[in-house]
């Protein structure tokens, strides 16, 4: 099996515009992608490292609320369309979020799957 990664210059720049496309989705209420012309790509992980993103949710009836799980950064929120960012999640113990889901009937439910798989689905362990 081939791993693949993008480098880490690309993946904020993936996760930016994935924040823009599930946003300007005519569904969710439309927002124009001129607001991100002037955000340059920058890491919301720990200092010194990139910070993959691994999950991204949004509330459909207010999709200003964006919450992303990082791999190695824990979970953050952007109130604003993903214009400002602040950690949610700097208490816990674990900070690998692999997965984030907003029940969207009450918004104020979020639930996350932490931590990193073993990277091998083969395994019967």
């Known amino acids: ?7 880490g210059v690309f993946a904020p720049l993936f996760a930016l ?3 823009v496309a599930a946003i300007a989705e005519p569904a969710l209420g439309q927002v124009s992608a001129d607001r991100f012309e002037q955000m340059p790509a920058r890491s919301i992980g720990p200092v010194g490292t990139i910070g993959r993103i691994s999950a991204i949710d949004a509330v459909v009836s207010d999709p200003n609320v964006v919450y992303v799980g990082a791999a190695t950064g824990g979970l953050w929120k952007s109130v604003n369309g993903g214009q400002t960012w602040r950690s949610v999640f700097d208490d816990q113990s674990v900070s690998a979020v692999a997965t984030v889901a907003i029940n969207q009937t009450k918004p104020e439910i979020l639930w996350i799957g932490i931590g990193a798989g073993g990277g091998n689905n083969d395994d019967d362990d």
């Open 1 to 7: 099996m081939t791993q693949r990664s993008m480098p």
């Open 17 to 19: 515009s994935v924040v």
